[in-house]
């Protein structure tokens, strides 16, 4: 079965300052996405970034970027001058139609 | 674009009763997903449709859970004789065939048994 691990459960970080999220993940598949999801308290996912498996290109949008190192099956979020909107739940995906989630990271922004 | 949009967003029901949630896609999407996250995990992938066709069903889903998408636009998602650990969130996707991979989400119905 395809595992996707976040080893860390919680994170907090200052305002402004830069914090990175963890996730590993188990494929033997050679193409594939992976994704990072914001949870709000709304519940609603969000799609924060997304990387082909291809690509060796880390991906970025604006504020958020990944480190993709696709041999140590490695895909961490950083999330650079943090603001009080990104306080959330960090879920890191593996898949395309049919995604396997981590179990999330609580993420906290101290002002 | 007004999203995708699930019906209701909270319910609450008695063990052993039958309930049924219902999802909008965005109307150009052709594939439609369901997962169910309970308190404290990621959510986990329950089933998919691309257009009418239900294409993959997970483990998960035990003979008392039936998905439908007749037309190819909304879905509804049934559970029949609930039990206490169905109580989750029950979460919608929907993306284009051309951007499979691009989930949109839902708000979800949040399903407590009791």
């Known amino acids: 079965a395809q595992t996707v691990t976040q080893s860390q459960p919680e994170m907090s970080v200052q305002e402004a300052e830069t914090v990175t999220l963890s996730c590993t993940y188990d494929t033997s598949e050679s193409d594939y996405y992976l994704f990072w999801y914001k949870q709000p308290p709304s519940r609603q996912m969000i799609l924060v970034i997304r990387q082909e498996a291809y690509k060796q290109q880390n991906a970025t949008e604006n504020r958020f970027s990944v480190n993709f190192q696709k041999a140590a099956k490695s895909f961490s979020l950083k999330i650079s001058d943090s603001q009080l909107g990104d306080a959330a739940m960090y879920f890191c995906a593996k898949g395309a139609q049919k995604l396997v989630f981590g179990q999330g990271t609580r993420l906290t922004i101290n002002p | 674009d007004t999203g995708v949009s699930q019906d209701p967003r909270h319910k609450i029901t008695k063990r052993g009763q039958n309930v049924t949630f219902r999802c909008d896609p965005i109307s150009e999407h052709n594939r439609l997903y369901w997962y169910r996250q309970t308190l404290g995990q990621g959510p986990e992938f329950l089933t998919y449709f691309q257009n009418e066709a239900q294409l993959e069903k997970s483990r998960l889903l035990s003979d008392r859970f039936s998905a439908e998408r007749p037309k190819g636009s909304f879905s509804t998602l049934e559970i029949q004789r609930t039990e206490q650990g169905d109580s989750a969130m029950y979460l919608c996707?929907?993306?284009?065939?051309?951007?499979?991979?691009?989930?949109?989400f839902g708000s979800g119905t949040q399903l407590s048994v009791l």
């Open positions: 996707a929907s993306s284009s065939l051309s951007r499979a991979e691009k989930l949109f």
